[in-house]
Structure formats: C-alpha cells, structure tokens
C-alpha cells in the first residue's frame, strides 16, 4: 500500500479531500497529520475514521523533529499539504502564529520530505494546496487572475501562503524536488468553520442574529463548492505536470451583498419566514483592514489540461449547504460551544 500524508485533514477542505482518498483508493494508505487548532474537528470525519486505510496522526507541522521522525517511521509516496491558519480577520489580530504555521512550517515539512527523499527525488509528490489571495486584488472587471499574475499579497494571510509558495518553488528550482502548487478561490459547503462568511452567516440567521456585512458589501470573491475543489485536488495530484501551478476556480463571481440577500431569501424559504425578514438582520460593520476588492480566477488550464470542471452550480451549491447546516445543528452546536474539542480525548487518545 502507498502511504500518503494529508497536512490539515480535520479542517474543512482537508476532510473533504481525506474522505475522497480514503473512499476512491482502497490501495492508499491515508494519513491525516493534525495538529487540532481551533478549526481542526475530528467530527468530520466521523463516517471514515475506522476504515483500514486511515490513519490519524496528531502533530504539529511548526515541530520540526516531529516530522522527521515521522517521515523516517513511513515511507511517503506523497504528501499534499493543506493545514495552515485560514482565516484572513484572526491573521490581521496575530499574523506571526501565521508566519509560525503557514511559513515556517511548510518549510519544516519541505525539510522532511527532502531528506526522506533524497535518494528518490523523481518520484515522490508535494502538492502544496494554496490560495487565490496571493495574486491580490483585481481593480478592472476585465482581469482574471491566471497562473501568471505577478504575486501581491495584502493581507498578512495571503503574505504568509505566497511565502509558502515561493518556498515550495524554491525546493523545486534548488533540491530538484517534485512539487504541484494549486491556488484556488473561496470554498464554501459543509463542515466549514462558522467564523467564515457563508457559515457564519446561515447561522447568525437560524438564530436572528446580526449579519455583520464589511463596509458596503461591494466586494466580490469567487465561490467553488469545496467537493469540487476536493476532485481537482485529486486531478492535480495525480496528473499534474511537476513544478507547474493550477488555478481552480469556478468563474462564479459574487458581490458579497448579492450573495448574502440570495442566502436570506433561501433561508427565509427553508425556516418558513416571510420573503424579507432575514435580510433585515443585515448590519454594515467597519470594514477589514486592506479588504481585497475583487478575486476572479481563471480556471482554463486545470480545465483544459486535467479535463476538470465544477459539478454543481451555486444556487444548487449553496441550497445542499444550508441543508447540511440545517440537519447538523449538533455539529454547529458543538462548534460553537467548544465541545467538538474533546472529541480527540474522548474518542481517540485511548486508543
Ligand atoms: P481550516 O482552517 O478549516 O483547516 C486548517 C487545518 O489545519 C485544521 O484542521 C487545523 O487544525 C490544521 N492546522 C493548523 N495549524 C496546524 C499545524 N501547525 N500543524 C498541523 N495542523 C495544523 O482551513 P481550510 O479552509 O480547510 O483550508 C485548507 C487549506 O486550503 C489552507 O492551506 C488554505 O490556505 C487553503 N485554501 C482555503 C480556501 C478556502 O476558501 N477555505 C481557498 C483556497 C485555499
Ligand atoms: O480566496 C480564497 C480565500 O477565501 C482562502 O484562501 C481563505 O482561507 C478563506 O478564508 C477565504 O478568504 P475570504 O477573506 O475571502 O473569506 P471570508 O469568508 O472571511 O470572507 C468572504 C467575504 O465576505 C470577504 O469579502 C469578507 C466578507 N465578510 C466576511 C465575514 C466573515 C463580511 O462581509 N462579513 C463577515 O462577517
């Protein structure tokens, strides 16, 4: 069986891809490396956590013996690394845990696999999954953001993803290691961490609470459902071309204010209000710091090189996820209490 090392499988787009591997090849063997931050949850990943192939492995990728160790105990055929701090807002309080996890310890791991591999440098694969915001803000509407676009991020966030690609680029152009780079837009679907837009605001309207709109709302991101992402992931792990980038994306632009009043008038439907009564909760709060204005990707190479194209569109997309949120109320209730936090001691470390 090959082993292959997942980074960030407990966290939202990880899971995802952990589940896809494990259910499509029974032939790998799958390890999830976590470190169980704040947006790691064990409760993803419920429905595939005894099956033969799967492992969990509890670690932090800023320990850099820890990874050593780990890549000397198994012999890695791959590694596609997408644990990291995500969110924009907790990077503008602290961007220094950032650099710790996102730079630092994508280099630690870069370290690992260089040394485990030296002898083999042709055939193992690191794929960094990575973000869009690397490319910055788009100002004219013409523009999309292509593999080519010069690197400008602006956000702490998006610096510390674009110093991990250029790291990553580096290990390539200096030690000859194997590497695929993806840079993909926003993700929404299930199991997202409510902290993010769509989550946080389908639950702020389940519970009428207020829906903190950044300045006028004109901002416009581009929304892949995360199970699409998740088979790209795939598509790129297997056929992409090595040192080469991917963007995925699903030409789907949305003004966040659009898109919030579409999420109300679904919402309104879903929990039988009358057409109008969630958007009422819409409140315009101080703006984001450096709030990039527009992110657009063009997804043509991925779709013309690996045959990939998004499966559902939005409205369905974003139908099937409020549904999720609406049948998993335990899940989000124990987001936002805190206990999916003990689902590691409880269920796990006794083993
Ligand atoms: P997430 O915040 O939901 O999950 C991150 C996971 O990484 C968590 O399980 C967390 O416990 C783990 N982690 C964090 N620090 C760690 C450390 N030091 N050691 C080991 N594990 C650690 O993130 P996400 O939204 O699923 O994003 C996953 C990846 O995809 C990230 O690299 C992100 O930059 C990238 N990405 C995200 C989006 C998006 O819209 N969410 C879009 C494009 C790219
Ligand atoms: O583009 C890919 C990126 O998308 C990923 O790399 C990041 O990990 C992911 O967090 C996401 O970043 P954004 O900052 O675009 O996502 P967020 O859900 O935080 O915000 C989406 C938009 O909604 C953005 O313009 C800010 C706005 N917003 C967000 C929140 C949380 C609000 O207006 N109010 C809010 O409360």
């Not at 997408?82 to 950032?98: M, Y």
């Not at 194997?178 to 837009?197: A, D, T």
């Not at 984001?288 to 991925?302: E, N, Q, V």
Request: a negative charge.
């Amino acid at each position: 069986m090959e082993k292959i090392l997942i980074t960030g499988g407990a966290g939202f787009i990880g899971s995802h891809v952990v589940r896809l591997f494990v259910n499509k090849y029974p032939n790998y063997q799958i390890f999830n490396l976590d470190s169980l931050t704040y947006a790691g949850n064990l409760a993803n990943l419920t429905d595939i956590e005894k099956a033969s192939n799967y492992t969990f492995v509890k670690g932090d990728i800023t320990d850099a013996n820890f990874l050593t160790q780990l890549f000397t105990e198994h012999n890695f055929k791959g590694v596609i690394h997408l644990a990291a701090e995500s969110h924009v807002d907790r990077s503008i309080l602290n961007p220094l845990e950032f650099v710790m996890t996102n730079v630092i310890g994508t280099v630690n791991l870069l370290n690992a696999a260089k040394t485990a591999w030296k002898n083999d440098l042709e055939n193992p694969l690191f794929y960094h999954v990575s973000t869009d915001e690397v490319y910055g803000s788009l100002h004219n509407p013409e523009d999309f953001f292509l593999e080519t676009t010069p690197y400008d991020p602006q956000s702490p966030y998006s610096a510390s993803k674009a110093s991990s690609d250029h790291f990553v680029r580096a290990y390539h152009n200096t030690y000859k290691l194997r590497v695929v780079i993806s840079n993909c837009s926003n993700n929404y679907g299930p199991n997202q961490f409510p902290e993010k837009l769509i989550p946080l605001f389908i639950h702020n309207i389940q519970k009428n609470k207020p829906l903190p709109v950044y300045g006028k709302g004109e901002n416009v991101r581009d929304w892949l459902y995360v199970i699409d992402h998740a088979r790209a992931i795939d598509m790129v792990f297997h056929g992409g071309k090595n040192g080469e980038t991917y963007n995925i994306g699903g030409f789907n632009e949305w003004k966040n204010l659009d898109l919030v009043q579409l999420l109300c008038k679904i919402m309104d439907k879903k929990l039988g209000r009358t057409e109008g009564e969630s958007e009422k909760l819409i409140t315009y709060v101080t703006d984001r710091a450096g709030h990039d204005l527009r992110y657009a990707i063009d997804a043509s190479k991925i779709m013309n090189e690996l045959g990939w194209k998004p499966s559902l569109q939005f409205e369905e997309g974003l139908e099937k996820t409020i549904d999720w949120y609406l049948n998993n109320t335990a899940w989000l209730d124990n987001v936002t209490s805190g206990d999916y936090q003990k689902y590691y001691e409880t269920q796990y470390a006794q083993r």
